[in-house]
């Protein structure tokens, strides 16, 4: 079995955990996701199955779009409200719409973010979050991602409470932690903020109309129906070339081939033969050279 599943992660599970199940579902050892969301968080998981999990780190490297609603006037020490509170201060009146524009304005483009402590994140070969669960903190490494578009969607401000939230929905870079930028939005503001909320809509290409939820998998492999997508969803938007009969030899071992064989000279092409995915190469000087090896099978 391989292809690509868009599967809907349900809140209160794990990505592992959502493997483990689809594992024994799919009766299927080879599998693998392509971006890790929190247990907190929801939508859409792609899911490598077989000779598609070849294709994770590309499906990882496309853009996502989120859609969260920040909590302002109270911080956690998760980011979000899983967990405890560590600072609270009363939004006295509401913070309007115009200021909030202009903050979120300032967080897109190329941004510098320092991970959350209750993040995947290793230092020192140990994760992030065993290091907070342990009461410890460390210095975290600084990384650069790409918020493409931040854009207020809704806000509400409660007199009662003293807290003001705000839905939004952001288009990021992979690596991105949406908690932390809904975070430091609040910070822009002047308040501690925290998520409250927070559903991934697309991650891969795939968007959440798309996906399928595990027991809608369940259902199709009992009923014979499941319909995977190809590997090849992941470079659908790669130029393509199809290989000769004297190419697929050469390739098949890993060999260069000359730019000129190559239309167009993109910097990197999809290699079919037969009509399947082969190989992703890449242009180096005048040559085409192996990036990742796909499927090297004869008919």
Not at 156 to 166: E, G, K, M
Request: glycine share 8%.
């Amino acid at each position: 079995m391989d292809g690509i599943i868009p599967l809907y992660k349900e809140r209160g599970m794990t990505s592992f955990d959502a493997v483990s199940r689809l594992r024994r579902i799919l009766h299927e050892k080879k599998i693998g996701h392509s971006g890790t969301l929190d247990p907190a968080v929801d939508g859409v998981l792609p899911i490598c199955v077989g000779r598609a999990t070849k294709m994770v780190e590309l499906l990882m490297a496309s853009g996502k779009e989120y859609a969260g609603e920040l909590l302002i006037g109270k911080a956690t020490e998760t980011e979000d409200l899983t967990g405890a509170t560590v600072a609270t201060k009363p939004v006295e009146a509401a913070i309007s719409e115009a200021a909030i524009r202009e903050k979120m304005a300032a967080l897109t483009g190329e941004i510098t973010q320092v991970p959350p402590m209750y993040s995947a994140v290793k230092v020192k070969g140990k994760r992030l979050y065993e290091y907070a669960r342990a009461g410890e903190t460390v210095e975290r490494p600084a990384r650069q991602v790409t918020i493409s578009a931040f854009k207020l969607t809704a806000t509400s401000y409660d007199p009662a409470s003293q807290t003001q939230r705000v839905r939004f929905v952001v288009d990021c870079s992979k690596g991105t932690y949406v908690r932390t930028l809904a975070v430091d939005l609040a910070k822009a503001l002047g308040y501690p903020g925290t998520l409250a909320s927070l559903t991934r809509l697309k991650s891969g290409g795939f968007e959440l109309d798309q996906t399928l939820s595990l027991a809608d998998v369940q259902d199709q492999m009992t009923a014979q129906l499941l319909t995977l997508y190809p590997l090849d969803y992941a470079v659908r938007d790669w130029p393509r070339q199809v290989l000769t009969a004297a190419q697929w030899p050469l390739v098949k071992n890993g060999g260069w081939l000359p730019a000129h064989q190559v239309a167009d000279q993109p910097a990197k092409v999809a290699l079919y033969y037969q009509d399947r995915l082969r190989a992703l190469y890449q242009l180096r000087g005048d040559q085409y050279k192996p990036l990742k090896m796909i499927d090297l099978r004869e008919d």
